[in-house]
Each structure stands twice: as structure tokens, then as C-alpha cells.
């Protein structure tokens, strides 16, 4: 079975900057695939390309078997966009949006009642979309884009300005989405988010992609040490230091917490557990951001 | 689903137009003050009225009205209480001039304070005297004058100025309406959201077309209901309904150029501005803020250059001088061809997105 996204050796420039830079990558149907990146890493013009917002200067992008650019009416049916901003028409209500979009795609007002029930919307369908929350906004955003029912989902920096209460209940919506069957490919700068709901990331940076896979599997691949940590006082430093073994980590205490750094962390956690000392136990795996950092040698900055 | 896409786009703008107070405000409720403004202040200019205050009987004066019953359409007579009080009120302006008889002597106070009117209260009574005098003559006139003015009787100043603000108001509303819209559907990233439904380009622009010309009427149909009111007194002549094509023409005209400004302008704060640069001197010098016919030499050229100009004096001549219906054709030509001109130059403009 053909790729449902496929691209190859991807360029675009703006002037004399590399927006996208030789980008090629396969997303499977059904897949949940994130691009992730810093601002200014090419995510977005990537996306676009995609979507056949913008012509490539060169390379080749076929969505759902088809050309993405030029702008194609077969396509477009079968793709739903969501794009960063809310894009709404002025002064109207949630349910005169939706179902404005609905028309847009011959779908009828029932249907667009539904996927507002669908995002948890029910309540607001009377409210002018100026009067909607950050997060109401966005999931209304998301309901319009899936209002015709697209086989492809394609979200840009769909948290982006929302506060962890609504990022939680956005993400739940997103897995739901996911669960249902459809492709989604979702762009990033939010490490977590990447890790919590892709099922394969591509870290993207200045026009490149610098790795894909699962996050779990990049996170693996780095072999970086496990961060343990406990309450200070239970064990000193050097005891500490004892029962890291064969993991030769760093043990530092900064009166509040002891940390200790081992890449054999069953016998660290069973040598604390033998002392006693569990009390505030917190354990750290490498994340997407030391990923990244030992990808570019420098600090993941959103 | 293209008709789905036009019929609903046009609803979406329709909402969003009747629901946006500055916008009803500015293309309905300001032009109206305007009317209402403009239509009270020059109600009567065409017969200026003389009111002469009379002090104790004034025989001559009753005579004349008797004589001629349509002297009391621009004489309003008071009566003094004394010679005093009616000086006073001569120099407050609050009447025009204070007549008393003494004998055979028609005594006139006036004041110069208004040039004019002190000129037609000397010459009105005089010619009361005057023609007191040949009645007491004994014989018939042998000289009459007879004097009418060459416009159109019913051509009074609401038929000048409800084609020039109106004018004003369709200009306005259309640039404004056409402007914002693309710089604000570019700039909340909707223009894109529509570019990747499956509508056509055509049901975008021909649903905002279709909502500008729906306003413009019901801007048109607001202003003639108002200015026919017999207060104000506009009499339509014979072939206004030609007005109708001419504003669906000056619309798209107008439309034109807010689709131009509105693919150069970033923000909506610069579209206004620009707007308001081209439109406001184009109401001063196309003739709807001032009569073309009074406007100074210089005016009236550079009015040639303004398509608004086209759209006021072609509505004047079929709703107010009584020409047929063939007279609005050229300004019909005029602004169809302005608006194929500009609005390829707003095609060859146009953005999807800022980049």
C-alpha cells in the first residue's frame, strides 16, 4: 500500500535562506506523525507545501496518491486543514461558523451540529467566536477542519498559545481523533506534546529533518543516564555514590533533592530501597529535548 | 457545491456586515445624519423670507396683500408694540425690517447687518409703493414684467445633494466593505482556510459582490424613502430607476479600489487610512459634498478624473433634472471601464498571505 503522505528531497527558499532544505519523509495511513522543531525550523513551510498552500522550488509531494501542487479540487475534499491563527468569518456565531464551513464542503447543518457536540462545543454554538476561550477557539478550529470528514488531518502549533488546562483537554480531543482512524500530522514546538501523542516524530532544524522514528525509540537510541532523585538528608552524597555500582553516575545534592545520574537504574533504585531512602522518589528518562540537544549540540528553545 | 459555497460565503458576509455597528454606523446611520443635516438646513433656500415687523396700522401694507395674495409667501408681518421694540428687534436680526405710515410716507427701518436681505426689503416695499402709486393712477399698467427662473421649479438643493451624498455613502461603503474584508481574511489566515475548501475563487468574490450591491440598495432605498418625505420634499423625475444600474456600476467601481488598496495594505489600520485618503477628497471633489454647479473652476476639472464624480452627476440627471434614461449610459461606460482597469491591477496585486 502506497504512503499516504510522500516526500522527497524537499527545498524551498525565501531569498537567500534555506527555508526547507532536502526533506524527505513517509507518513503510513492511520499514522499519528508530528514534525517538531524550534520556531524558524521550516515546520510550518513544510506543512504548507503539503497542504499545496505553496509550490516547492523543488522535490516531489504526493498526498493520498495525488500531486499536491498545483491546488487540487479532487484533493481537497479529502484533506481537512487547521490552520495557527483561528481563521473565522467576523461576528458570527460557533454554529453559524461550522456550518458556514459545513456548506463549504456540501455537508449538511446536522452534521456540523455534531462535530460541535463532538468537541465539546454544544454549550457555545450561540456564542460569537470573538467571545470564545483560547481553547474553545482552537477546538472549534479543529471541529471545522473535520466537519467533512477528511481522511487527512494536517494541525499547525494547534496549542500553541493555550494554558495547560486547555492543552490537556486538547490533547485528549486529539487522541480521540487519532483513535477514529484518520492520518493526522501534526506540527510542533512543544517537545511533550510530540512525545505524548506521535506515534513517529521527525525533529526538524533550520530546513532539515535531523532524525525520525517513535519517540520512545530516538529517546532510546541516545542512551543517555536516567536521572533518580530523592529527598536530601536520607543518604548521604558518598553512600550515594556507593550504591550507583557499576553505573558510574554523578551524584549531586542541593539540600532540597540528591540526584543521581546512573544508566543501571535497577540497582540504584534497589540499593536506595535497602536503605530506606525512596522518600520523594522521582525518576527522569531522557526526553525529546536531549534529544535534540545531542542531535544540535545546543539547548532545545522553543 | 459551488452554489452551496456562494449562497453560504454570502450569508457568512451578510451576518458579519448587519452585525458590525461601525459599519452601520458609517455606511447608513452618518450619510442619513447627513441628510437629515444638510436637507433642514437648505429646506428653503430657494425663497429667502422677509419678516417685517409693523408698527400701528399700516394701511399700504394690508392693501398690497390684498392685491396680491402671493405677497404673504415671502412677507411675514408682526405687530410692533412700539417703534422701539421693533428698532431692537431690527438690529437682533430677528426681523428684517420695521415699517410704520405716516400719512401717505411708508416709513422703512432696516438694518445692513445682512446685505441681502436689506437689498430685497428696500426693493420689495418699494415696489409696494410703486405699485400703490400707479393704482392711484387711475390707469392700467402699461409695462408688466414677467420674470421665472430657468431651472426646473421642483429643482431645489435636497435634489442636489441626495445624489451627491448618496453617492458619498455607496463610494464609502463599498471601498471600506471591499478593503477590510481582504485585509482581515488575510490577516486571521481565513483567505487560505477558503483556499483549501473546495470553493472557487469566483464564489469568493462573486458572493462579495453580490453582498456590496445588496447594501448599496438598501443604502439607496434608505436615502430616497428618507429625502421623498414631503418635510424634505425630493421629487424623482421620470427615469430613476435608471439610478439603479448606475449605482450597481459605481459599487463595482468603488469595489475596485478597496480590492486594490485591500492587496496592498498589510493591516487593517493602513487599509482605512488609505481608503480615507482616496474617498474623502473624491467626496470634495467629485461633487457630492458640493455641488458641482457652484464648485469653483478648478473643481470641476479635477472632478473629471474622480469616477464618483460619474456616479453623482449621472444619478442627478436621471433622478433630478429630469433627463432620460439614456443620459446615465456614458457614466455607466466610464465606471465599468474604471472598474476593469483597476481591478486588474487589484488582480495582478493580490495575495493569498503575507509571507
Known amino acids: ?302 | 457545491m459551488r452554489g452551496g459555497g456562494f449562497s453560504s460565503l454570502s450569508r457568512a458576509m451578510f451576518l458579519g456586515f448587519v452585525r458590525d455597528r461601525a459599519a452601520l454606523i458609517f455606511s447608513i446611520l452618518l450619510p442619513v445624519l447627513f441628510l437629515l443635516f444638510f436637507g433642514s438646513i437648505y429646506k428653503n433656500t430657494s425663497a429667502p423670507k422677509l419678516n417685517l415687523v409693523a408698527v400701528g396700522r399700516v394701511e399700504l401694507l394690508a392693501q398690497a396683500r390684498q392685491a396680491d395674495p402671493g405677497l404673504s409667501r415671502i412677507l411675514t408681518i408682526s405687530h410692533g408694540r412700539s417703534v422701539a421694540a421693533a428698532l431692537a428687534d431690527v438690529r437682533k436680526g430677528t426681523d428684517d425690517g420695521a415699517v410704520l405710515q405716516h400719512g401717505n410716507t411708508l416709513v422703512l427701518r432696516f438694518s445692513i447687518a445682512d446685505p441681502t436681505k436689506a437689498g430685497l426689503v428696500n426693493s420689495v416695499l418699494g415696489s409696494i409703493v410703486q405699485d400703490a402709486n400707479q393704482a392711484a393712477s387711475g390707469q392700467p399698467a402699461r409695462f408688466t414684467l414677467a420674470a421665472s427662473q430657468v431651472e426646473d421649479k421642483s429643482l431645489k438643493a435636497i435634489q442636489y445633494f441626495t445624489p451627491g451624498l448618496l453617492g458619498w455613502a455607496l463610494a464609502s461603503g463599498a471601498a471600506f466593505g471591499a478593503a477590510i474584508t481582504l485585509v482581515s481574511w488575510r490577516e486571521n489566515k481565513l483567505l487560505r482556510r477558503l483556499r483549501l475548501a473546495p470553493v472557487g475563487i469566483g464564489s469568493i468574490v462573486g458572493a462579495r459582490i453580490g453582498i456590496a450591491v445588496a447594501i448599496g440598495l438598501i443604502q439607496m432605498a434608505v436615502f430616497l424613502a428618507i429625502a421623498t418625505l414631503p418635510y424634505f420634499g425630493l421629487q424623482l423625475t421620470s427615469a430613476w430607476w435608471m439610478a439603479i444600474p448606475l449605482v450597481v456600476c459605481g459599487i463595482l467601481a468603488f469595489m475596485s479600489i478597496g480590492l486594490l488598496v485591500g492587496a496592498i495594505a498589510k493591516t487593517q489600520q493602513a487599509a482605512t487610512a488609505i481608503t480615507n485618503l482616496i474617498i474623502l477628497p473624491m467626496a470634495f471633489l467629485g461633487g457630492a459634498f458640493i455641488p458641482l454647479d457652484f464648485a469653483p473652476n478648478w473643481v470641476k476639472e479635477a472632478s473629471y478624473v474622480m469616477p464618483l464624480r460619474y456616479l453623482v452627476t449621472g444619478m442627478q440627471d436621471v433622478m433630478a433634472r429630469g433627463e432620460g434614461p439614456a443620459s446615465a449610459l456614458p457614466a455607466i461606460g466610464i465606471l465599468l471601464g474604471f472598474t476593469l482597469l483597476v481591478g486588474a491591477i487589484a488582480v495582478r496585486m493580490f495575495r493569498w498571505d503575507d509571507i
Not at chain 1, 32 to 58: M, Q, V
Not at chain 1, 107 to 132: F, H, I, S, Y
Not at chain 1, 207 to 223: F, N, Q
Open chain 1, 1 to 302: 500500500m502506497s504512503a499516504t503522505i510522500s516526500v522527497s528531497d524537499l527545498r524551498k527558499a525565501y531569498g537567500d535562506v534555506a527555508a526547507v532544505d532536502g526533506v524527505s519523509f513517509e507518513v503510513t495511513r492511520g499514522e499519528f506523525f508530528g514534525i517538531l522543531g524550534p520556531n524558524g525550523a521550516g515546520k510550518t513551510t513544510t506543512l504548507e507545501i503539503i497542504e499545496g498552500l505553496r509550490k516547492p522550488d523543488s522535490g516531489d509531494v504526493t498526498v493520498l496518491g495525488l500531486p499536491a501542487w498545483p491546488r487540487n479540487d479532487q484533493l481537497l475534499p479529502r484533506i481537512g486543514v487547521q490552520l495557527q491563527a483561528s481563521s473565522f468569518f467576523e461576528r458570527l456565531t460557533a454554529r453559524e461558523q461550522i456550518r458556514t464551513f459545513a456548506s463549504l464542503y456540501g455537508v449538511p447543518a446536522k452534521n456540523a451540529d455534531d462535530m460541535l457536540t463532538t468537541v465539546g462545543l454544544t454549550e457555545q454554538g450561540g456564542l460569537r467566536t470573538e467571545k470564545l476561550s483560547g481553547g474553545q477557539a482552537q477546538r472549534l478550529s479543529i471541529a471545522c477542519a473535520l466537519v467533512h470528514d477528511p481522511e487527512l488531518l494536517f494541525l499547525d502549533e494547534p496549542t500553541g498559545a493555550l494554558d495547560p488546562q486547555a492543552r490537556r483537554n486538547l490533547w485528549d480531543l486529539l487522541r480521540q481523533i487519532s483513535k477514529s482512524g484518520r492520518t493526522v500530522v501534526l506540527t510542533t514546538h512543544h517537545m511533550d506534546e510530540a512525545e505524548l501523542l506521535c506515534d513517529r516524530v521527525a525533529i526538524m532544524d533550520r530546513g532539515k529533518i535531523l532524525k525520525a522514528g517513535p519517540p520512545a525509540a530516538l529517546v532510546r537510541e541516545i542512551d543517555q543516564p536516567v536521572r533518580i532523585s530523592v529527598q536530601s538528608g536520607l543518604v548521604s552524597a558518598e553512600q550515594a555514590g556507593r550504591l550507583t555500582g557499576t553505573g558510574a553516575g554523578e551524584v549531586t545534592d542541593d539540600g532540597v533533592s540528591l540526584s543521581i545520574a546512573t544508566s543501571d537504574p535497577a540497582t540504584v533504585l534497589s540499593g536506595l530501597a535497602r536503605a530506606d531512602a525512596l522518600a520523594g522518589l522521582r525518576v527522569q528518562g531522557a526526553t525529546l529535548e536531549d534529544v535534540f540537544l545531542s542531535l544540535t549540540g545546543r539547548e532545545y528553545r522553543a
